[in-house]
């Protein structure tokens, strides 16, 4: 019976882990970052994964820029984005690491070896 109460330990604080972090990662998915270039004229917003949600152009930076001019500005927009969105994702990573405690990961791993060796012992 000891085999169980460790295993229910080990669910137990899973769950508890799982209880702290899912919230972080809910709120994560759904923010967004933006970026901007031209002197704010074109503006880029891009999702947690960055990818492309709306792009942005003021009709003053349509006036003042070319085609290639506004091209390099759509470009440099968007980058900016992706890098506000990589920040925010470190950001949240470090703060996952803290609500897992620093234990998660020897939890997961106590709990896989734990199976594996009920798995592999020979039947009683």
Known sequence: ??????????????????????????????RT???????????????PAGTLLALDISELGKRRHDGVTLGDAVVEAVHAAERVAERAKAAMMRELEAAAGPHLGGLLGDAQRSFEARANREPE
């Open 33 to 47: 970052f933006t970026g901007s270039a031209a002197g704010g004229g074109v503006v880029a917003t891009v999702d």
């Open 1 to 30: 019976m000891d085999e169980m109460r460790e295993l229910r330990m080990l669910a137990e604080r899973l769950a508890g882990a799982s209880a702290r972090i899912d919230p972080i990662v809910e709120e994560w998915s759904a």
